[in-house]
């Protein structure tokens, strides 16, 4: 047991398998991408002690946890155009911009070499500032690793969706950074969540933010439920779907307002 939370707690799995960290949360907590999500109380427990994972259930001092049903943390978004993604920016900028939500790192440090670096399509600009926002920042979840996740997940997701092979290029070597680095460089609970990242896998916050770029529902409201988010990782991790999303309308071909 890594950490106990009042609506979650973080296991920790001794071997080289990723997810390394799983989190057993209950319906009222953050849906991460390692989480399993129970329909129950969590049962009482506290860090350090022992709990076990595998054929699909979960051993928690005397309870047994077993999964009745999984879901997607990396659903497909469908096709989408370039020109869409471009049109969408503003509108997500400007919400982020109007809220009062700010990220926990200055984003014209470490932040602005990855966002030109992405958006350029240079490797080195993109890997140097990724090394740097590993671990950069208090909390669990430092807020340069919830920058660089963010980034990641619209690469990847975007990416494919509209078909822009040279985001998902740099979404792969980003994910080799991460799988390299992470789990010497941040904490284990991020670490985590970085590893999901580079696969696509987001909190359901994210991911409603993602479809509703696609335009699958209001983007306003998904944007609003995200920046909530902790401390600043709602704000980091928006900023990091910003910089990502504008990172593949550019590579794709397509103009970006303001930039």
């Known amino acids: 047991m890594l950490a106990v939370f009042p609506l979650g707690v973080y296991l920790e799995i ?56 999984w879901w997607d943390p990396a659903p497909a978004l469908g096709p989408l155009g370039v020109d869409r993604l471009a049109q969408m920016l503003p509108r ?8 009062a939500r700010r990220p926990g790192l200055d984003p014209d440090g470490a932040g602005a070499l990855l966002a030109s670096g992405c958006a350029e399509g240079s490797l080195t600009s993109a890997i140097t500032a990724a090394e740097q926002l590993m671990g950069l920042g208090p909390g669990l979840t430092p807020s340069g690793d919830d920058m660089l996740a963010g980034v990641m997940v619209a690469l990847r997701q975007f990416g494919r969706a509209a078909g822009v092979g040279k985001a998902v290029w740099m979404a792969d ?9 992470a789990r010497t460089r941040t904490t284990p609970i991020s670490a985590t969540l970085l590893h999901c990242a580079a696969q696509g896998q987001a909190c359901a916050e994210a991911l ?34 910003r ?17």
Request: glycine share 14%.
């Open 243 to 259: 910089t990502g999303l504008a990172a593949v309308a550019r590579l794709g071909g397509s103009p970006v307002p303001g930039r």
């Open 14 to 69: 001794r071997t080289d398998v990723e997810p390394f960290v799983v989190a057993v949360v209950t319906g009222e907590a953050t849906r991460l991408p390692n989480a399993v999500v129970l329909g129950d109380p969590l049962p009482a427990t506290s860090a350090g002690d022992e709990a076990a994972v595998g054929d699909g259930c979960i051993e928690i001092g005397r309870v047994t946890v077993r999964v009745r049903r």
């Open 208 to 241: 409603a933010v993602l479809r509703g770029i696609a335009g699958h529902h209001p983007l306003g409201p998904a944007v609003r439920g995200l920046l909530r988010l902790g401390h600043t990782s709602g704000a980091d991790l928006a900023w990091g779907l």
């Open 173 to 181: 070597w980003l994910a080799a950074t991460v799988a390299f680095d």
């Open 92 to 99: 997500f900028a400007q919400i982020c911009d109007d809220s």
